[in-house]
């Protein structure tokens, strides 16, 4: 059964910085990508970051270029998300997903790990 587990997230002062880690377990991603979401209360589902497990491509959400940078550990199954100068906006439950295949739709989803920025 493959789950993925977030981990890293926490109450933190705006300015301040989080990594959140995504742990995949019951099989090894070799191809396909990986990205994270977040949804703040009373808001949608919203794209942050993605890497694919092959190559360095990497792609960001306008909001968070330049203060965040995701990147991935091939061994351990494991996506990071470092998260800098952080502000009160990016409160929200950060979620990570998985493709299989890039082109095709999200295979597993994570549980989710709270954020929050305080001002």
């Known amino acids: 059964q493959v789950q993925l587990v977030e981990s890293g997230g926490g109450l933190v002062q705006a300015g301040g910085s989080l990594r959140l880690s995504c742990v995949a377990s019951?099989?090894?991603?070799?191809?396909?990508?990986m990205d994270w979401f977040r949804q703040a209360p009373g808001k949608e589902r919203e794209f942050v970051a993605g890497?694919?497990?092959?190559?360095?491509?990497?792609s960001y959400a306008d909001s968070v270029k330049g203060r965040f940078a995701i990147s991935r550990d091939n061994a351990k199954n494991t996506v990071y998300l470092q998260m800098n100068s952080l502000k009160p906006e990016d409160t929200a439950v950060y979620f990570c997903?998985?493709?299989?295949?890039?082109?095709?739709?999200?295979?597993?989803w994570g549980q989710g790990t709270q954020v929050t920025v305080s001002s």
């Open positions: 997903a998985a493709k299989l295949w890039i082109f095709g739709s999200y295979d597993y």
């Open positions: 890497i694919t497990w092959s190559g360095d491509s990497t």
């Open positions: 019951g099989r090894t991603f070799s191809s396909g990508r």
